[in-house]
């Protein structure tokens, strides 16, 4: 099934009186429970194309249908909405709310949501239950290591239940066994079934995902099946 | 709907946790806000305090008394002019009396300030009444102890005097007064009543309760010369209706008694508490408009203050902002986050206003009887309430068309 659509889209920014073409004409498309890495040196028009699949920004051209519906046309509210019930996301900074501890970190989506106290609680729980954080809900981001921070960020975006989980560099602020924990982590969150969109500038992390699109000046450069993935083996210690 | 709650709900937490973070921010923000408010509370309650004290006195004087004087008490005739009146005098009001049909009653005042002790107590510059036993009734007194002189006692210029509460009170302050023998600038006086407490502070010297009464012929014969000072005639109406129609036959009796030709002007002037409260209205409409300006003006020096902080908080929180426009805020929850959060500022900042106006009403209390009503609090909370609303618009509205890319992108 197809979750994401995007046809010949492009955005152009305007910065004074220049034209920027940050993506040309794109078109891809994204089925469910697929593990794709959006790949792509910076200036590329990557992170614009990460902000458009994640709803935050639309297409200046083009069409881009998520789970049937038309992004480009939305207004604000509508999406907010959708960000808040289809798209997990997860960061390179983490972007946690430093005053809050993890479950209510986690909880914030369900909030805006309009889920009940107890509803919510039980499935922020769950969630960092998940991620293998069951003990350290009541701690704040700064009584957490990265690591751990990273995976509060995965519990937040997995609370939701979401369509996509979009990850944007989410092992760049991390040591490399860290990050190896945290892909392993998404290793496990695409074999429970979800669907992934991995955006980063490393070679070897992309080379987790089942399938990399890599994007130039604006263009998709090429889009392949991995042959051989990656599939990280590192033990989860908590 | 139920959204909306939660969002409030979600919003009031931070608001809660913002100002939690930043103390000393928030507390130095609130100051204006406790300053307006408290001022607004202090204003308000100090005036209810003057108009009661004022209603107070009114009441002791009596509303339908004439004073017939020599002064007007209020007016635009020039002082001079009615320095260059003739004095009234007891013969004038002997005729006044016949010519008069309508009062139930008049009397003749004049006062002087002596001393007064009881042994080696003593009171200075204590205004003396004298008048006759008819001024009991041009007005409202009550007695805690005894009578007021009696008419033969009156008409004989006895020796013998009724004392205001507070005098009583300052002379006797364990004895019992009645049949005491006191002292008023070395006369021998026999004390014969004490009144109760009557009027308020607001009267001043006026005040009964620092006012001893005697007969105004034993007046004359001790301290002051008839033909020097004047007096004062007090002149009850039948009815508080018929105020109007004793004035006029007051006036044509004192022209009369005064013999003035239809072309001369009053060379006296007929006083009325009325033409007193009409000034006392002025006077605190005047301390309304500049309280209410001065109030005014430093809540709104304190919105500002508000609105600066909550501008440099939005500016901060961009990043945050942008986290949870990407996990689903709309737009209308960070407004309202932002909204409430300097809405909590200021209710906190009322609430602390509120409580220092209470405290300080406490010690006002000591002089002016008065006390906070459930209006000024509910003024004060709506007060603080909708200065938060008002400075918070703007900084919320920026936070809430925030763009979600370019907040996540803000270091």
Redesign the interface.
């Known amino acids: 099934m197809n979750i994401i659509n995007i046809e010949n889209v492009a955005k152009v920014y305007k910065v004074g009186s220049e034209e920027v073409h940050a993506l040309r004409d794109i078109s891809l498309r994204i089925d469910k429970n697929e593990y794709v890495a959006i790949m792509g040196p910076s200036g590329s028009g990557k992170s614009t194309l990460m902000?458009m699949l994640?709803c935050?920004?639309t297409p200046s051209s083009g069409k881009y249908e998520f789970t049937g519906s038309n992004v480009s046309q939305m207004t604000?509210?509508e999406l907010?909405?959708i960000?808040?019930?289809e798209i997990g996301?997860v960061?390179q900074t983490f972007?946690?709310?430093p005053?809050?501890n993890a479950l209510h970190n986690v909880e914030?989506?369900l909030?805006?949501?309009?889920?009940h106290s107890t509803e919510r609680k039980e499935r922020a729980q769950e969630a960092l239950e998940s991620v293998g954080l069951g003990d350290r809900i009541h701690h704040k981001p700064n009584e957490l290591s990265g690591g751990q921070r990273q995976r509060v960020a995965v519990a937040?975006a997995l609370v939701?239940r979401p369509s996509i989980i979009l990850a944007d560099e989410p092992t760049g602020n991390l040591d490399s066994k860290t990050g190896e924990e945290i892909m392993l982590l998404f290793n496990q969150i695409y074999e429970a079934g979800n669907t992934i969109i991995l955006v980063t500038h490393e070679e070897y992390i992309a080379e987790h995902a089942a399938r990399i699109i890599r994007i130039k000046d604006g263009l998709v450069e090429s889009d392949e099946i991995v042959a051989k993935r990656y599939i990280p083996k590192v033990k989860v210690a908590n | 709907m139920e959204t909306i709650f939660l969002e409030i709900k979600e919003a009031m937490f931070i608001a809660l946790r913002a100002i939690q973070a930043n103390k000393v921010r928030s507390i130095l923000t609130m100051l204006g806000i406790v300053i307006g408010v408290a001022s607004v509370v202090l204003m308000t309650t100090a005036i209810k305090g003057i108009d009661n004290s004022f209603q107070k006195g009114m009441s002791a004087l009596g509303s339908d008394i004439l004073y017939v004087d020599k002064w007007a008490w209020f007016t635009n005739t020039d002082w001079w002019k009615m320095r260059n009146r003739r004095n009234m005098t007891m013969d004038e009001y002997n005729r006044f009396k016949d010519l008069v049909k309508l009062p139930s009653a008049t009397a003749p005042t004049t006062t002087t300030r002596q001393v007064v002790k009881y042994q080696n107590k003593k009171v200075d510059g204590v205004f003396i009444n004298g008048s006759t036993a008819d001024y009991l009734k041009t007005t409202n007194f009550t007695f805690a102890q005894g009578r007021f002189y009696s008419d033969i006692e009156g008409k004989g210029s006895r020796y013998v005097a009724v004392l205001g509460s507070e005098i009583a009170k300052g002379l006797f302050p364990t004895e019992n007064a009645i049949d005491k023998i006191i002292k008023l600038g070395g006369q021998n006086f026999r004390v014969v009543g004490v009144l109760d407490e009557q009027g308020s502070f607001i009267l001043g010297s006026f005040n009964p309760d620092r006012q001893v009464f005697i007969p105004i012929g034993t007046i004359f014969k001790s301290f002051t010369s008839q033909s020097f000072g004047t007096i004062t005639f007090n002149v009850k109406a039948p009815s508080p209706t018929l105020v109007e129609e004793t004035k006029d036959e007051v006036e044509s009796a004192m022209r009369k008694v005064r013999g003035l030709k239809f072309d001369e002007p009053n060379d006296f002037s007929i006083n009325q508490q009325e033409s007193l409260k009409a000034n006392i209205d002025k006077i605190v409409g005047v301390i309304q408009i500049a309280g209410l300006f001065i109030t005014g003006l430093s809540l709104f020096v304190g919105a500002i203050g508000i609105m600066n902080i909550m501008f440099v908080s939005v500016k901060e929180r961009t990043k945050e902002i942008g986290v949870r426009k990407a996990i689903g805020a709309k737009r209308r929850t960070i407004l309202g986050q932002f909204i409430l959060e300097s809405s909590f500022i200021c209710l906190f900042g009322g609430l602390i206003g509120l409580l220092i106006a209470v405290l300080l009403s406490m010690a006002v209390n000591q002089v002016l009887p008065t006390s906070i009503q459930y209006d000024s609090v509910i003024l004060a909370i709506s007060i603080s309430l909708i200065t938060g609303v008002v400075a918070g618009f703007a900084p919320a509205y920026t936070a809430a068309k925030m763009d979600p890319v370019d907040a996540l992108r803000y270091e």
């Not at chain 1, 909030?111 to 889920?115: L, Q, T, V």
């Open positions: 902000n994640g935050l920004d604000d509210n907010a909405k960000r808040n019930k996301f960061f972007n946690l709310l005053r809050s914030l989506p909030i805006y949501a309009g889920m937040r939701t």
